[in-house]
């Protein structure tokens, strides 16, 4: 159980062009989604928060107006990356917590990531 | 502030030895939880193993365990009988149950294991 897809996992693309990566969880529902961002050879960063049937929460510094999370239903949540440039190239991975709150329900699975170039 | 130490950037560790990574953290939050995932080459984040802030006991899952001391704030994971496909990097993980389930990550110890 607690599986999450993510699709695609690569992605090449022109400078300019916007890119949507989808998140899924498979087996539970996801009241809770995470976007996050990780540089090679460094932890993860925290973009935004997405909750079902709400705007998305974002972090200190990331622009929502670039990095636009859509999260239409218990099991997707969208983020599609808007007029990509060189330096959006990154690997981007989501996680989804189940309902409920505190606890071992407050785990995050993560789905398997999206690596991101942009020419 | 919230926040978790990973002092061990890099280990090596022979096979079938038992190998202990370190994790230390600071929040002033009474409730929380600490985790350990594993991110092998490939990228994904694996979960390993999770451990709340009042649980008693140990947390346990096959090979792994977490040796929480909580008054000194630490939250190590042990590896027994470590595997070749154990090679990957390892993070541990926080969420201060104020959060709004928000996980902050450790940056990571990247395990290597010697045939």
């Known amino acids: 159980g607690a599986v999450v897809s993510q699709h695609p996992s690569w992605v090449i693309c022109k400078s300019g062009t916007s890119v949507k990566i989808e998140c899924r969880s498979l087996?539970?529902?996801?009241?809770?989604m995470f976007w996050y961002r990780q540089f090679p050879k460094q932890s993860l960063m925290l973009m935004a928060t997405s909750n079902e049937g709400s705007k998305a929460t974002y972090e200190q510094g990331v622009e929502k107006d670039k990095f636009l999370i859509n999260h239409a239903s218990l099991t997707l949540s969208t983020l599609t990356v808007t007029s990509a440039h060189p330096e959006d190239s990154s690997f981007y991975i989501c996680s989804a917590r189940a309902s409920g709150t505190g606890g071992s329900q407050e785990t995050q699975y993560f789905g398997p990531g999206t690596r991101l170039l942009v020419l | 502030a919230q926040k978790i130490t990973q002092t061990q950037p890099g280990m090596f560790v022979q096979e079938k030895e038992a190998v202990t990574l370190d994790c230390t953290y600071d929040t002033s939050d009474q409730s929380y939880g600490l985790f350990w995932y594993k991110q092998p080459s490939s990228g994904e984040m694996i979960f390993l193993i999770y451990q709340g802030s009042y649980d008693e006991q140990n947390a346990t899952e096959g090979r792994y365990s977490l040796n929480f001391q909580k008054a000194r704030k630490s939250a190590n994971l042990v590896i027994s009988a470590s595997q070749l496909g154990d090679s990957a990097m390892y993070f541990c993980?926080?969420?201060?149950?104020?959060?709004?389930?928000?996980?902050?990550f450790g940056s990571g110890t990247r395990l290597s294991i010697r045939p």
């Open positions: 993980a926080m969420t201060p149950y104020s959060s709004a389930s928000k996980i902050i």
């Open positions: 087996d539970f529902q996801a009241t809770t």
